[in-house]
């Protein structure tokens, strides 16, 4: 695949300021996104509240996710917070905070789920399910 903003850009991706990270199929897409977001969260100004408290809350579940402490609520919640922080945020750093998120969430939504499933799993005293302690 040619790597011009034309190309990604058919395949729905942004070309940004020209940083690339390759990842193989062990990283945790959950963790992914936490690492992105708890970069627009400390970028951001702070001058609209959207992405201001938007970007915090959206961290702190990406964290209890990945720490197994999250329930199907939790991911709800994320979820919405994609859809108001991206359309009520000023300027381009809350609109585009959570493509990383909404972007996991649809090409690897499992890994969300597995990682509550895992931790919902360990509050009951079971055994986690194969795969959910990625
Ligand atoms: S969206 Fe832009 S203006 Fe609003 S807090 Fe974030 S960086 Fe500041």
Redesign the pocket.
Known sequence: MPCDYESLAKLGSIMGSGGMIVMDETSSMVDVAKFFMEFCMD??????V???VGTAQMHELLRQISAGEATARELALLEHLCEVVKST???????SAPNPVASTLHYFREEYEAKIAAGEAAAAGHTPPAGGAA
């Open positions: 970028e951001s100004c702070g001058k609209c959207p992405c201001r945020s000023l300027c381009g750093l809350g609109q």
